[in-house]
């Protein structure tokens, strides 16, 4: 079965700080595609990233960054220079290879406070 | 180009009565997920349509939740008796067609409360 482990339940950090967000997942299958969603208080979840399991390339989108690593199962977000609107909870999913869409599997989330 | 639209935003029942939500997709997406998002968790999946069939409901609690997609567009979701352990807010996503790793497009959700 799929899982996703976020460990950090929640995390205070003052701005300008970087902060890293954890993601673990267990998944059986060689295909897969991992996600980070962020939910601000509006409640709309926001895709962020989506990699699949064969590109382990980490990527960086401005203050955004993502590092991949199949060897731990991880793929841990950080946000450099953080900012008061960076608050909000974080969300990592897993999906297997389907034919059809994803069947998402969301980890249980991250609050991330960023205080001014 | 609109996302996607919830209504109603927030519901506030009594148990054992009955509710209904409405989904409307981004135009064009072929499938539609519903989630069950309870406080301080990710979301759950609870079914999800190809057009106005139904690929994955093994997570629907059948006794009292039922779905429907007629015309392959806009989705229903009810809840028919509520419980307590139903509070929480219910997502509509949808994303194109195609093989797995497409990105889903979530809609505001709507607050039910169960008293």
């Known amino acids: 079965a799929q899982k996703v482990t976020q460990a950090q339940t929640e995390i205070s950090v003052v701005e300008k700080e970087d902060v890293t967000l954890d993601c673990v997942y267990e998944?059986?299958?060689?295909?897969?595609?991992l996600f980070w969603y962020k939910q601000p208080p509006s409640g709309e979840l926001v895709f962020l990233i989506r990699?699949?399991?064969?590109?382990?390339q980490n990527e960086i989108s401005g203050r955004y960054s993502w590092n991949f690593q199949k060897s731990t199962s991880s793929f841990n977000f950080t946000i450099t220079a953080s900012q008061v609107v960076d608050s909000a909870v974080y969300f990592c999913a897993l999906s297997e290879a389907m034919e059809y869409g994803n069947k998402l599997v969301f980890g249980a989330g991250t609050i991330l406070r960023v205080k001014s | 180009e609109a996302g996607v639209a919830q209504s109603p935003r927030y519901k506030i029942i009594e148990k054992r009565q009955s509710v209904a939500f409405w989904c409307n997709p981004i135009s064009g997406h072929a499938t539609l997920y519903w989630y069950q998002q309870i406080l301080g968790q990710g979301p759950k999946l609870l079914i999800q349509?190809?057009?106005?069939?139904?690929?994955?409901d093994s997570q629907l609690p059948k006794d009292r939740f039922s779905a429907e997609r007629l015309k392959g567009v806009d989705s229903t979701l009810k809840i028919q008796p509520a419980k307590l352990e139903d509070s929480a807010v219910y997502l509509c996503?949808?994303?194109?067609?195609?093989?797995?790793?497409?990105?889903?497009?979530f809609g505001p959700g709507t607050r039910l409360t169960v008293t």
């Open positions: 998944t059986r299958d060689t295909t897969y595609y």
């Open positions: 349509f190809q057009n106005n069939g139904v690929v994955d």
């Open positions: 996503a949808s994303s194109l067609v195609g093989q797995g790793g497409g990105e889903q497009y």
């Open positions: 990699r699949n399991s064969f590109d382990e």
